[in-house]
């Protein structure tokens, strides 16, 4: 029986990887149904070498396509199988198999074809955590995952290339408050992040950990206003239909300010107002959901991290900085009004603090450029006296 079905997965890998779209569209089809049977098995249906030849088809597949929206299409596609199977250990197998897969391929993909392999380890990690919400976040399944993140991706024995983990930090957080920012608590939250906060305590890779500070930290530093403004908007929501179920409703003044409008606008002008005062409201720059973490159980578990003595001193350094930083946000002091500019020029402290500084740079010296006595200040020294006269004026 074993030798059937291992010719089973070869003859999709070759239909998956085959140059002609039609049959590669309908191996795809016929392989959910395979996946779905298979997987119903109570052992899983599934050795992890099945698994690698069946990814093996799939990246050559997904090779094979052009045009984005099509690669966009088939990349939700091959990360949506994770769905059919029918039980945890096949899901995870099958998580784990394509990271086997992307590491050992990733080095030989092209910068023509680099773009579509980015999408599919986006989508990949975006149906892993939508199959997590489906099982409501469960302790197991969570612990699992980040178990397997850490063997395939940040441990120094994974064999890992600094590309492929390098993507993987930058859609994390991304792809994980797109996903769970609406239910995820604080607490989770910091279950999430916990491996790259061990990794950060002990790697001997400063690219990593530099990595790590500007990928995760810098980002839940840069998200913390928009995290504090979402969760007071929460509250007050909240109190706001406990008031009105208390009051019962509004007076009748307030009732009829609603329904007239003040004399002298014109109904134009009253179009005019409340579309500003709605539709014109920022959107936080597009910076979309973000996660909710609480800053000083953040700070002490990093602490307790990076002094233990086997931390290297450079890791103990560099996130004792964050350490700070934490430890002010949650005294309610955000880094843009405690560290101005001046205060330090170690290119390190850049990754907390280097997109405020560089913003506040530009503008200064847009500021200094645009005003006329900087003009006539910075004028070349054969500038003419009548020059000079109308500078002054």
Same mark, same amino acid.
């Given at each position: 029986?074993?030798?059937?079905?291992?010719?089973?997965?070869?003859?999709?890998?070759? $239909?998956?990887?085959?140059?002609?779209?039609?049959?590669?569209?309908?191996?795809?089809?016929?392989?959910?149904?395979?996946?779905?049977?298979?997987?119903?098995?109570?052992?899983?249906?599934?050795?992890?070498?099945?698994?690698?030849?069946?990814?093996?088809?799939?990246?050559?597949?997904?090779?094979?396509?052009?045009?984005?929206?099509?690669?966009?299409?088939?990349?939700?596609?091959?990360?949506?199988?994770?769905?059919?199977?029918?039980? =945890?250990?096949?899901?995870?197998?099958?998580?784990?198999?394509?990271?086997?897969?992307?590491?050992?391929?990733?080095?030989?993909?092209? $910068?023509?074809?680099?773009?579509?392999?980015?999408?599919?380890?986006?989508?990949?990690?975006?149906?892993?955590?939508?199959?997590?919400?489906?099982?409501?976040?469960?302790?197991?399944?969570?612990?699992?995952?980040?178990?397997?993140?850490?063997?395939?991706?940040?441990?120094?024995?994974?064999?890992?290339?600094?590309?492929?983990?390098?993507?993987?930090?930058?859609?994390?957080?991304?792809?994980?408050?797109?996903?769970?920012?609406?239910?995820?608590?604080?607490?989770?939250?910091?279950?999430?992040?916990?491996?790259?906060?061990?990794?950060?305590?002990?790697?001997?890779?400063?690219?990593?950990?530099?990595?790590?500070?500007?990928?995760?930290?810098?980002?839940?530093? =840069?998200?913390?206003?928009?995290?504090?403004?979402?969760?007071?908007?929460?509250?007050?929501?909240?109190?706001?239909?406990?008031?009105?179920?208390? *009051?019962?409703?509004?007076?009748?003044?307030?009732?009829?300010?609603?329904?007239?409008?003040?004399?002298?606008?014109?109904?134009?002008?009253?179009?005019?107002?409340?579309?500003?005062?709605?539709?014109?409201?920022?959107?936080?720059?597009?910076?979309?959901?973000?996660?909710?973490?609480?800053? *000083?159980?953040?700070?002490?578990?990093?602490?307790?991290?990076?002094?233990?003595?086997?931390?290297?001193?450079?890791?103990?350094?560099?996130?004792?900085?964050?350490?700070?930083?934490?430890?002010?946000?949650? =005294?309610?002091?955000?880094?843009?009004?405690?560290?101005?500019?001046?205060?330090?020029? =170690?290119?390190?402290?850049?990754?907390?603090?280097?997109? $405020?500084?560089?913003?506040?740079?530009? $503008?200064?010296?847009?500021?200094?450029?645009? *005003?006329?006595?900087?003009?006539?200040?910075?004028?070349?020294?054969?500038?003419?006296?009548?020059?000079?006269?109308?500078?002054?004026?």
């Amino acid at each position: 029986m074993a030798p059937i079905q291992q010719e089973a997965e070869i003859q999709f890998a070759q $239909r998956l990887a085959s140059n002609d779209k039609p049959m590669r569209t309908k191996a795809i089809k016929k392989l959910r149904k395979y996946i779905s049977v298979r997987s119903h098995k109570i052992n899983g249906g599934f050795t992890g070498d099945e698994l690698l030849k069946l990814w093996k088809g799939l990246f050559y597949c997904l090779w094979m396509q052009d045009k984005p929206l099509l690669q966009e299409e088939l990349s939700n596609q091959i990360s949506g199988l994770m769905h059919i199977f029918q039980n =945890d250990q096949s899901m995870f197998l099958f998580l784990e198999t394509f990271l086997q897969t992307i590491k050992r391929e990733w080095t030989g993909i092209d $910068r023509l074809h680099m773009d579509k392999f980015f999408q599919l380890v986006r989508f990949v990690f975006r149906n892993t955590f939508e199959m997590m919400k489906r099982k409501e976040w469960e302790t197991s399944v969570v612990t699992r995952f980040l178990e397997l993140l850490t063997a395939q991706v940040l441990h120094s024995t994974s064999g890992a290339p600094c590309g492929l983990q390098f993507h993987i930090l930058d859609i994390y957080m991304t792809e994980l408050a797109a996903v769970g920012s609406a239910e995820l608590t604080a607490a989770q939250n910091l279950t999430f992040i916990d491996p790259f906060c061990k990794t950060a305590s002990k790697t001997k890779d400063r690219i990593l950990l530099k990595a790590i500070c500007g990928s995760i930290f810098s980002v839940i530093v =840069d998200q913390a206003p928009f995290a504090i403004e979402d969760l007071l908007k929460e509250v007050n929501a909240t109190g706001g239909r406990s008031e009105e179920s208390d *009051s019962g409703q509004a007076s009748e003044e307030e009732e009829e300010e609603k329904k007239e409008p003040p004399k002298g606008k014109k109904d134009d002008e009253m179009c005019h107002l409340e579309s500003d005062s709605e539709s014109e409201i920022p959107d936080d720059g597009g910076i979309g959901p973000v996660l909710q973490f609480d800053y *000083s159980a953040l700070a002490d578990r990093l602490f307790g991290l990076a002094s233990r003595s086997n931390s290297p001193s450079h890791n103990r350094l560099r996130l004792y900085k964050v350490i700070k930083t934490l430890r002010d946000l949650s =005294d309610g002091v955000f880094p843009q009004d405690e560290y101005p500019e001046e205060v330090s020029t =170690d290119e390190d402290d850049d990754e907390m603090f280097g997109s $405020r500084k560089r913003m506040k740079r530009g $503008r200064a010296l847009e500021e200094e450029e645009s *005003s006329p006595a900087k003009k006539c200040k910075g004028a070349a020294p054969e500038v003419t006296v009548l020059e000079s006269l109308a500078c002054q004026k």
